[in-house]
T-cell receptor, first 114, second 112 residues
Framework: SQTIHQWPATLVQPVGSPLSLECTVE??????LYWYRQAAGRGLQLLFYSVGIGQISSEVPQNLSASRPQDRQFILSSKKLLLSDSGFYLC?????????????FGEGSWLTVV | QKEVEQNSGPLSVPEGAIASLNCTYSDRGSQSFFWYRQYSGKSPELIMFIYSNGDKEDGRFTAQLNKASQYVSLLIRDSQPSDSATYLCAGGGRGNFNKFYFGSGTKLNVKP
């Protein structure tokens, strides 16, 4: 069965510090990968998605970046965090089988920028 | 314009009643629609997905899709206090670019 791992689970970072969140998927090949952010009391905002190694699409302009160095690894980074970067970050994956697809989430990473 | 819209609630129903959650979407090209449940502080978990017009039932849950009206709903029968959570509607899966857009969620409270 497929599983998705995301870490770290929680972190507190000062403004201006770098960020690296990592996500790996097991049990599937060539998944589509996503990073979402959920601000407190808000919905899920799609940040990045990737359909393959090295292929990253950004949904919104921001000081975050994403990379996909391996088929099942997705990394979210920032060189300098802002207070507004605080939130719940979710990695997700999907596969497009014949007839449709669904999206599954990792456990999430709580980021507090202070 | 938001891709997917939901009433934020909260929606309060007594235990045993039917809870009705609604969602509208703007992209007529969206092919797949999903309902997720999110408990406070946790990641969303998939409840149901629906691709075709009409109803789809799974246990106490029924998803309804009306593509002409761009409307998706979720009915929860025999609501339980454990159903209290935020319910997220999502649409997407257009072509090979599987971008999924989520509504802001409806908070459901089931009162014992």
């Amino acid at each position: 069965s497929q599983t998705i791992h995301q870490w770290p689970a929680t972190l507190v970072q000062p403004v201006g510090s770098p960020l690296s969140l990592e996500c790996t998927v097991e049990g599937t090949s060539n998944p589509n990968l996503y990073w979402y952010r959920q601000a407190a009391g808000r919905g899920l905002q799609l940040l990045f998605y990737s359909v393959g190694i090295g292929q990253i699409s950004s949904e919104v302009p921001q000081n975050l970046s994403a990379s996909r160095p391996q088929d099942r690894q997705f990394i979210l980074s920032s060189k300098k965090l802002l207070l507004s970067d605080s939130g719940f970050y979710l990695c997700a994956w999907s596969v497009l089988p014949f007839g449709g697809n669904t999206i599954y989430f990792g456990e999430g990473s709580w980021l507090t920028v202070v | 314009q938001k891709e997917v819209e939901q009433n934020s609630g909260p929606l309060s129903v007594p235990e045993g009643a039917i809870a009705s959650l609604n969602c509208t979407y703007s992209d007529r090209g969206s092919q797949s629609f999903f309902w997720y449940r999110q408990y406070s502080g946790k990641s969303p978990e998939l409840i149901m997905f629906i691709y075709s017009n009409g109803d789809k039932e799974d246990g106490r849950f029924t998803a309804q899709l009306n593509k002409a009206s761009q409307y998706v709903s979720l009915l929860i029968r025999d609501s339980q206090p454990s159903d209290s959570a935020t319910y997220l509607c999502a649409g997407g899966g257009r072509g090979n670019f599987n971008k999924f857009y989520f509504g802001s969620g409806t908070k459901l409270n089931v009162k014992p």
